[in-house]
């Protein structure tokens, strides 16, 4: 990664160079390490400083080098460790001190991952920044269920909403999103299932529309609930589904006993393994 050299005074000859840094918006993806991008990778390899999400799993958080400093500056509902607005202005002030920085967040920078608001800042302060994009959680951990976002017949596009409540409510145009004939992919959305549920049913959408509730998508943890729109308040409650899950919901979810290859992949796998092992000791 090249390092940038300005002056304050591009004019003044005695003055000496400031050397300005640069820093990476770096999207981690839902998870599986193996997801991460060739450019992601080596941005977290040649860090000198990575600041990173609450949810960038244990498995990418590995691949940074031992001697490489790290911040966790994640957010949990009610709880952020630092403010948006001191954490944007701590980068400003790392990068002109020359140091490469990779801003490490789950999914993609620019879907629900408050990115365009840093990279607005950065420029702001004319302090060189690039996007890396990563999967986010709607397209990763529906393909690892084996739920399609788009299906012919079933669904003619996706919307992907923030289940994030601003000053206590939802601000959704429910009457819409009832109304659409998509794939509908609630973000950060679990303690507000109750409300999606029932709004959605009381703008026309049918309660028995297929759902899923996918926990920790791509990763080896991983756990899919399905059921019915109106069963999924009870469906959390019952599998006891905790933060990061994602809420699907839409006809597509009804293709995941055909479509489910990672289980179907598991299995092919364990008979390999057992009918390997088995000629093995013959």
Known sequence: MSIQRISQHPSTSQKQPIEVGMVDLVGAGPGDPELLTLKALRSIEQADLVLYDRLVSEEILALIPSNTKTIYVGKAKANHCIPQEQLNLYMVDKAKQGLRICRLKGGDPFVFGRGSEELSVLHEHEVPARVIPGITAASGCTSYAGIPLTHRGLATGCSFITGHKQDGKLDIDWAQLAQLDHT?????????????????QRFGKSAKTPAALIEKGC????????GQLDQLPTLASEHQLQSPTLIVIGEVVSLREQLNWLSKLDATQNQFELENS???SA
């Open 219 to 226: 990763q080896n943890d991983q756990r899919v609930v399905t």
């Open 184 to 200: 509908l992919v609630f973000y950060m959305g679990l303690s507000s299932l109750p409300e999606i549920s029932q709004q959605l």
């Open 278 to 280: 088995a000629a093995l």
